[in-house]
């Protein structure tokens, strides 16, 4: 569970339905792990049929409400068209960097994976290796590692933009100023004026979850200072 967090996006395989509530099967670190899903949050609106959204086996994308005493409970609707394409998108580059793996370690493969993936996923690990070849050397040796960054560097990736709005609004003399303070921290992302109060904040990543979790830190950081000056702190 110390991967998981509130907020997470994760790749499900349905399991099972039993009454309203649907059971689903998380991989995380080589193990399955079990969350659920109630009829609420499987789609706006009335649902007639819920084998319409999910059916057993059937890979769907959850963000994941809350995780309290071991229980993980999802949301299906509340996950758009975007970050639906994102996550099966990184799931098919994860599929794509294991399979240049197997094709050079072949049979020392499987290894080389777990160990990376104590670390790190496999797409972080990797293009991180681009630059910084280090680890991956100690993992599977220089000659190994050199075959596996020529093939990656081949290899045209996708980035990921992750935008938020954020409303900072005050009625404080020095507002401006104070609000300047703010988004300040949002130093090394791009931070565009919409309107009044209005704010555009995006980064970019070959990782849609790194990007999404840079953007989350900043965002709580910035609440709990925005809080402390006396500033409404809204994120849309």
Known sequence: ???LEEGDLV???VDR?????VFVKISLDNKEIEGNIVLSEIAPGRIRNLRDYVVPKKKIVCKILRIKSGNID??????SQKERKEVLEREQQEKSYASVLRGILKEKAEEAIQKIL???SLVSF???SKTNPQKLEKVIGNENAKKIIEILNTQKKKRTIVKR???LTTIKPNGITLIKKVLEIFKGINVKYIAAGKYLIETESDDAKTADKKIRDMIEVAEKEAKRAGIEFAVK
């Open 126 to 128: 990797l293009e991180d």
């Open 11 to 13: 790749l499900c395989t």
């Open 74 to 79: 999802l949301s299906l609707r509340r996950v």
């Open 1 to 3: 569970m110390a991967d």
């Open 17 to 21: 339905i039993i009454g309203t509530v």
């Open 165 to 167: 709005e954020i409303h």
């Open 118 to 120: 104590k670390e790190d």
